[in-house]
């Protein structure tokens, strides 16, 4: 999944879905669901690391994985929508950097990634209930290689009553102080913070509210 700040602030009563048929039905368009530019934060974030093995979780249709690839590094990018990772595999192809992009369709529920085996982790909004979420983000730093780096962005609970777009649900949002509560000491927490993300909507500029935590291991 990926930043879903294009929705707006239309709040809805209905219960939230994440399963894969409901992600391959939004996915399933010609045009790209998302910006094709990398989130503004990674590219911050990763730019003055050394490339190398790189495990990105919820690629979606894979921008951020193609914005890490062109930057050297070696990818492995999973997302339970197979819709979304075949178009990931399109980009990175007309990018040409699909030789560098391993592409895995997956649930992140039941996916395990190898153990302290790559040198950066991302996971970019990821917005599921917070008793899926935990354990998902036990097995991500799980698979920060010593040395290694882990990086999450998400859409902030302080954006649904403050910011602009994001899921409308409570239970979909958190904030940066959970994670790394969550995290439970596994790594030295390098940033831990709000950060506001400006979007250009047809009614003007508004402005995202995420949470950032980075943090590597020692």
Known sequence: MEDAS?????????????????????????????TLEANRFLAEEV??????????????????????ADQGWSVHAVDFSD?????????ASARQVADRIEFQVADLREYAPKARHFDLVTLIYLQVPWDELKPILAR????????????????DSANLKSGYGGPQHADLLYTADQ???ALGGALQIEKAQRVERPVITE????????????????
Request: charged share 25%.
């Open 6 to 34: 294009s929705s707006g602030n239309v709040k809805s009563n209905s219960p939230p879905t994440m399963e894969r048929e409901d992600w391959n039905k939004r996915y399933a368009t010609k045009e790209f669901l998302w």
């Open 47 to 68: 730019t003055n690391l050394k490339p190398a093995n790189a495990l990105e979780l919820a690629t979606g249709e894979g921008r951020n994985a193609v914005w890490l």
């Open 83 to 91: 819709v979304a990772i075949e178009k990931g595999r399109q980009l």
């Open 140 to 155: 991500a730093v799980d698979a920060v290689a010593p040395g290694g780096t882990f990086l999450l962005v998400a859409h």
């Open 179 to 181: 994670v790394v509560a």
């Open 203 to 218: 009614s003007g500029l508004k402005v995202a509210i995420d949470c950032l935590v980075r943090g590597r291991r020692i």
